[in-house]
């Protein structure tokens, strides 16, 4: 079963950076896809940004230029480096992964974390 273990997240001032690490665990297999995605009081869920393994990455307009994913394969740590935070950037986020190399915000997360709270004050 794969477990995903989220850290970081805290409280920023608008303009500030903020990192979110997320470590896969409970398989000898490495996720293909993973993905952030975030949840505000009130709103759904919306995608932020996803990776392929191979290193091919696709964002959310509300955060390209600002934020930025990678991912260690050889830890199997997936990151999200957020810049420029916003107030509306507020929110719970959350790690997925999904074993498919069909990797987008479109697409259905098979694992996902527990998440962490994000919140930028103006």
């Known amino acids: 079963q794969v477990q995903l273990g989220q850290s970081g997240g805290g409280s920023v001032q608008a303009g500030g950076s903020l990192k979110l690490s997320c470590t896969v665990s409970?398989?000898?297999?490495?996720?293909?896809?993973m993905g952030w995605f975030r949840q505000a009081p009130g709103k759904q869920r919306e995608g932020v940004a996803t990776?392929?393994?191979?290193?091919?990455?696709t964002y959310a307009d509300s955060v390209k230029g600002r934020f930025t994913v990678t991912k260690d394969n050889e830890k199997k740590i997936l990151y999200l480096e957020m810049n420029s935070l916003k107030p509306e950037d507020t929110a719970m986020y959350y790690c997925?992964?999904?074993?498919?190399?069909?990797?987008?915000?479109?697409?259905?997360?098979?694992?996902w974390g527990r998440g962490t709270q994000v919140t930028v004050s103006s």
């Open positions: 409970g398989t000898s297999l490495n996720p293909i896809c």
């Open positions: 997925a992964s999904r074993h498919s190399n069909l990797c987008g915000l479109q697409y259905g997360f098979d694992f």
């Open positions: 990776i392929l393994t191979r290193g091919d990455t």
